[in-house]
């Protein structure tokens, strides 16, 4: 699953990756949703931070929605 965020896609930060409270840790467990290391975390989950802002996912203010992994964004300009 993928994020998409004013209308481009972003990878969800998950336990364990850069800008996770976990980052590097192989033994981080979310404390919130209990999510393990490599895993994403739960929907609503207030220890998930922004892949575009880096603060706390559910207060940063974007619109995020879920995609799947193979989303294309419509490219608004037209080859004619
Ligand atoms: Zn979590
Ligand atoms: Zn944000």
């Known amino acids: 699953m993928k ?3 004013d209308g481009k896609l972003y990878d ?3 336990v364990g990756d850069v800008g996770d409270w976990n980052e590097g840790n192989p033994d981080g467990v979310c404390h919130d949703c209990a999510a393990k290391f490599g895993e ?4 609503g989950c207030d220890e998930e931070c ?3 802002c880096g603060l ?3 207060s940063c203010g974007h619109e995020v929605y879920d ?6 964004v419509e490219e ?3 080859m004619n």
């Open 40 to 43: 994403q975390h739960h929907a």
């Open 12 to 14: 969800p930060i998950k």
């Open 76 to 78: 608004k300009s037209e």
């Open 3 to 5: 994020y998409l965020i």
């Open 50 to 52: 922004c892949p575009v």
């Open 67 to 72: 995609v799947a992994d193979d989303y294309q």
């Open 56 to 58: 706390q996912l559910i």
